[in-house]
C-alpha cells in the first residue's frame, strides 16, 4: 500500500510568520509531488508541484523535494489570515499510472 | 470559464434510492476521477477513467458504477444508497502521460444519505 503521510494539525503560526508544512511518502521512486490548498467547504486548488529535487519557489510559496529520504514540504512566507486552509500533498507513484495519491491533509491556520 | 463542472452541489436521498452524479470537463483532457472525501480519511479514489472508453477500479469501488460517455463526461452511479455514502464527492480531471501534470477538480457534490 503506497501511502502519504501528513500531520492534521492544526498548525498555528502568526500573521507575517512563515509557515512550514511537511508531507512524507512511502515509495522511494515516486516521480511528482504536488501540494494542494481546501478551503473550507471548498474543492481542492492546486498552488504547487515539483518533481526534481531541490527548491522550487513560486512567490510566497516555496516546495522543497528530498527524494533520498522521501519527504516533501511547503513553506509559506509572510502567512496571511487568507492563508487560512486545509493543505493537501499529493504524491504519483511511479506504476501508478496518472492517479495521485492524497495525505488527510494539515489545517493551517493564520492567527492575527 | 473552462474547468469541471459537476452536478448537482447538493443531495439528500432516501437508504436504498440511486442517483448519478454527473461531471464534465472542456479542457481536451484525457483522464478523469471520481473521488470521495470524508473528514479525516482525505481524498479516496473511487474509480478512474485514464482515458476515453476505459475505466479502472480505485480504491473504494464498492456500491459505486461509473461511464465514461464520451471525452468530456465521467459519470457516477449509487445503485443502491447507504449511509455510509454519504461524503462530499469530487470529480477530477488531468492529461494522461504528462508526469508532472496535476488534477483540476469539480466544485463538489455534497450527499447525505438517511
Known amino acids: 500500500q503506497k501511502e502519504v503521510e501528513q500531520n492534521s494539525g492544526p498548525l498555528s503560526v502568526p500573521e507575517g510568520a512563515i509557515a512550514s508544512l511537511n508531507c512524507t511518502y512511502s515509495?522511494?521512486?515516486?516521480?511528482?509531488f504536488f501540494w494542494y490548498r481546501q478551503y473550507s467547504g471548498k474543492s481542492p486548488e492546486l498552488i504547487m508541484s515539483i518533481y526534481s529535487n531541490g527548491d522550487k519557489e513560486d512567490g510566497r510559496f516555496t516546495a522543497q523535494l528530498n527524494k533520498a529520504s522521501q519527504y516533501v514540504s511547503l513553506l509559506i512566507r509572510d502567512s496571511q489570515p487568507s492563508d487560512s486552509a486545509t493543505y493537501l500533498c499529493?504524491?504519483?507513484?511511479?506504476?501508478?499510472?496518472?492517479?495521485?495519491?492524497f495525505g488527510t491533509g494539515t489545517q493551517l491556520k493564520v492567527e492575527l | 470559464n473552462a474547468g469541471v463542472t459537476q452536478t448537482p452541489k447538493f443531495q439528500v436521498l432516501k437508504t436504498g434510492q440511486s442517483m448519478t452524479l454527473q461531471c464534465a470537463q472542456d479542457m481536451n483532457h484525457n483522464s478523469m476521477y471520481w473521488y470521495r472525501q470524508d473528514p479525516g480519511m482525505g481524498l479516496r479514489l473511487i474509480y478512474y477513467?485514464?482515458?476515453?472508453?476505459?475505466?479502472d477500479k480505485g480504491e473504494v469501488p464498492n456500491g459505486y458504477n461509473v461511464s465514461r460517455l464520451n471525452k468530456r463526461e465521467f459519470s457516477l452511479r449509487l445503485e443502491s444508497a447507504a449511509p455510509s455514502q454519504t461524503s462530499v464527492y469530487f470529480c477530477?480531471?488531468?492529461?494522461?502521460?504528462?508526469?508532472?501534470?496535476?488534477?483540476?477538480f469539480g466544485s463538489g457534490t455534497r450527499l447525505t444519505v438517511v
Open positions: 477513467s485514464a482515458s476515453e472508453g476505459t475505466t
Open positions: 515509495d522511494r521512486g515516486s516521480q511528482s
Open positions: 477530477a480531471s488531468s492529461l494522461a502521460g504528462q508526469p508532472n501534470y496535476g488534477y483540476t
Open positions: 499529493a504524491v504519483r507513484f511511479t506504476g501508478g499510472g496518472n492517479k495521485l495519491t
